[in-house]
């Protein structure tokens, strides 16, 4: 069966600094853009990064441009969200998700894997 399961998350300082990882298992995504989301609580779910299949290009949110970065190692089946001067606003559950039908990596209903989600806290 299909999954992709999260690590990462945690509790951080305003400004510090937390790396998610995304493993994949039952299939390989290779061929498919993949992404990070995030669901602040009673909030709906939003676009954060995305990376093509080839990990060439990457696309983000414009509230995390230039502080988060996200990579992918095909060989590994893995993807990961580095995150930077994390701001209160970040406070979010992460989910990493698998586009593998639509013709556009902002809205969520084009990716149909989605891994479980890990609580990213930041204090101010």
């Known amino acids: 069966q299909v999954q992709l399961v999260e690590s990462g998350g945690g509790l951080v300082q305003a400004g510090g600094s937390l790396r998610l990882s995304c493993a994949a298992s039952?299939?390989?995504?290779?061929?498919?853009?993949m992404g990070w989301f995030r669901q602040a609580p009673g909030k709906d779910r939003v676009f954060v990064a995305a990376?093509?299949?080839?990990?060439?290009?990457?696309y983000y949110a414009d509230s995390v441009k230039g502080r988060f970065t996200i990579s992918r190692e095909n060989t590994k089946n893995t993807m990961a969200l580095q995150m930077n001067s994390l701001k209160p606003e970040d406070t979010a559950v992460y989910y990493c998700?698998?586009?593998?039908?639509?013709?556009?990596?902002?809205?969520?209903?084009?990716?149909?894997?989605w891994g479980q989600g890990t609580q990213v806290t930041v204090s101010s």
């Open positions: 039952g299939r390989t995504f290779s061929r498919d853009v």
């Open positions: 998700a698998a586009k593998v039908s639509g013709d556009s990596f902002y809205y969520s209903y084009n990716y149909v894997y």
């Open positions: 990376i093509s299949a080839t990990g060439q290009s990457t």
